[in-house]
């Protein structure tokens, strides 16, 4: 099978320190960390330990966005802050040498399925604004030689990009090669009518990996089929990382070890 490689989220390692969180990351199996990326600007003020972190070893591929806003805001000034902030985030990881970062058109913004059901802003307004984003970010992850990985959610968390489909066809429509797709197991769970399907049709377009269970928990504690997953990227020739960013059920620690044994038996 193809070589994929394992990430975990910083936020679910045990450690004070970058350091201290690779040791465990590596001891447990783990081929990078995944880098969280709050808003302010906090990403580039972490510049000093991130380039120290780096000098000492530590395997940083890709961000996560973490902010309470994004591109695809209803709000002009929070659509502009999270366009400097995610700009930001991509020339930091370039620095760091990574692959990129991963962002979300909008979370917990609106949702079609709870009152009002109708969201302030028709679906060519949505287009326009996640188009002109996409293309503002594409363009500057280009020039930093890294790439922007639009995320698509479920319904119930953004009512704009919920499958791979919907962000296939933006994508194409920006036509830069720096915008791919960034996939999560657990809201394709919820709405792709068949995942490996849908990662085998996207496959150009998908550059990021994120893993969790149908549960949100960690990879073995729910019921998503990982060797039919695995196995569709498998299929379309994935190298990349795996990422993990899920929630973690009893023993936080004995539940960050057990997911490399878990997502690399069906490697």
């Not at 996409?134 to 639009?150: D, K, N, P, T």
């Not at 792709?192 to 990662?199: G, K, N, Q, V």
């Not at 994935?238 to 038996?265: K, M, N, Q, T």
Request: with cysteine; hydrophobic share 40%.
């Amino acid at each position: 099978m193809t070589e994929m490689k394992l990430a975990c989220q910083e936020q679910l390692l045990p450690g004070d320190t970058l350091q201290e969180k690779w040791d465990f990351a590596v001891a447990a199996g783990y081929d990078a960390i995944e880098l969280r990326g709050k808003g302010d600007l906090s990403f580039r003020d972490r510049l000093p330990e991130l380039r120290k972190a780096l000098a000492d070893g530590v395997v940083m591929p890709t961000v996560c966005v973490d902010m309470l806003h994004f591109f695809g805001a209803f709000d002009n000034d929070q659509r502009a802050d999270a366009l400097v902030q995610m700009k930001s985030q991509l020339s930091v990881i370039a620095e760091l040498g990574g692959l990129g970062a991963q962002t979300p058109a909008s979370y917990g913004m609106f949702s079609r399925r709870l009152p009002p059901f109708e969201p302030p802003r028709d679906e060519a307004g949505d287009r326009e604004v996640l188009l002109d984003g996409l293309r503002q970010l594409g363009e500057h992850a280009a020039a930093e030689g890294v790439e922007l990985f639009l995320e698509p959610l479920n319904r119930y968390e953004d009512h704009m990009v919920n499958r791979l489909e919907q962000a296939v066809e933006l994508i194409q429509e920006v036509g830069l090669d720096s915008v791919r797709i960034g996939i999560d197991s657990y809201h394709m769970n919820i709405e792709e009518t068949d995942p490996s399907a849908a990662i085998v049709a996207a496959a150009p377009y998908i550059g990021h990996v994120q893993l969790s269970d149908s549960n949100r928990l960690q990879p073995g504690a729910g019921h998503l089929d990982w060797p039919a997953f695995l196995g569709a990227l498998d299929a379309i020739g994935y190298h990349r990382y795996l990422a993990v960013e899920c929630r973690l059920s009893g023993d936080a620690s004995d539940a960050v070890r057990s997911i490399p044994s878990v997502v690399r038996r069906y490697l």
